[in-house]
């Protein structure tokens, strides 16, 4: 299956016109898309399925518990899937049933471990408060986000340690490809800011989690990232964030809107 991989385009501000991506079967949007809704309209009509997992941006301003359905009807007005713990088979061209894995994920401050959690949620609070988002009336505290997060983790968890029934009955899948909006391991840190405290606001300490996909994507961090994570006896893992970034901070230098890429072959 070949997938074109948006996330972090900022059209709340940015000037970009998406087009598809000639092969491509599938679009995913990683989060970041517009923190007004409004650009989603640009995805209405893309002649490949549309799929689309929420990042911390489309809640600027906004009550979880309101703009989460809110955000859905949006979305399927256009006919864009937003997947938030939800998976979601596809079949490719190939007949390659796929299932894709979505949640935002958001940050559980535990990327440098329990130790360093404290750390990472007093430098979240300069991201929240640019955010100025609500959950049930409640302004968002690193508390808050981390209870979000730790939600989305155990599903993602459950979710990938499911038992495949198999290719041969209708809910079994061929691969599995993982959607996120939060970046799944250090590994996916801007090389720009390095290790720092406020690192964990945009990465989570999922590693142990990579395997268990054969194709990882991600966003958030405005930088792209292309790596492998071995498994024993499985073809590696393929992790992979393709964010635009901001014209104005030099980020969109060398982004390839029109990028495919291709799911691993199983090993």
């Not at 006919?79 to 935002?104: C, H, K, N, Q, W």
């Not at 959950?135 to 508390?143: N, V, Y």
């Not at 041969?168 to 590994?187: I, K, Y």
């Not at 090389?191 to 958030?220: E, M, V, Y």
Request: include cysteine; hydrophobic fraction near 45%.
């Amino acid at each position: 299956m070949r997938l074109q991989l948006f996330s972090d385009l900022h059209l709340e501000t940015e000037t970009f016109d998406p087009q598809p991506a000639p092969g491509a079967e599938v679009l995913v949007l990683a989060g970041d898309i517009d923190a007004n809704w409004t650009a989603l309209e640009r995805f209405a009509g893309w002649p490949a399925t549309v799929l689309m997992v929420a990042g911390n941006h489309e809640f600027d301003g906004r009550d979880l518990v309101q703009a989460w359905p809110a955000l859905r009807d949006r979305c399927d007005r256009f006919g864009i899937r937003l997947i938030e713990r939800e998976s979601l088979l596809l079949t490719s061209a190939a007949g390659r049933r796929v299932r894709f894995v979505g949640t935002v994920r958001w940050s559980d401050f535990e990327l440098f471990g329990p130790t360093g959690r404290d750390r990472a949620m007093r430098a979240a609070g300069y991201f929240l408060k640019l955010m100025a988002a609500q959950r049930a009336g409640q302004a968002i505290t690193p508390e808050l986000l981390r209870e979000e997060s730790l939600a989305c983790r155990a599903w993602l968890a459950a979710e990938l340690q499911r038992p495949n029934p198999g290719p041969a009955d209708a809910a079994g899948w061929d691969s599995t490809v993982v959607v996120t909006h939060f970046a799944p391991s250090l590994r996916s840190a801007d090389p720009r800011f390095g290790k720092q405290p406020g690192t964990a606001s945009f990465c989570n300490a999922d590693d142990d989690l990579i395997g268990l996909a054969d194709l990882w994507l991600h966003g958030h961090l405005h930088c792209r990232q292309d790596y492998a994570v071995a498994r024993p006896g499985l073809a590696p893992t393929r992790v992979v964030s393709q964010a635009r970034g901001l014209l104005r901070k030099g980020e969109c230098e060398g982004f390839d809107p029109l990028r495919v890429i291709s799911l691993p072959a199983p090993a």
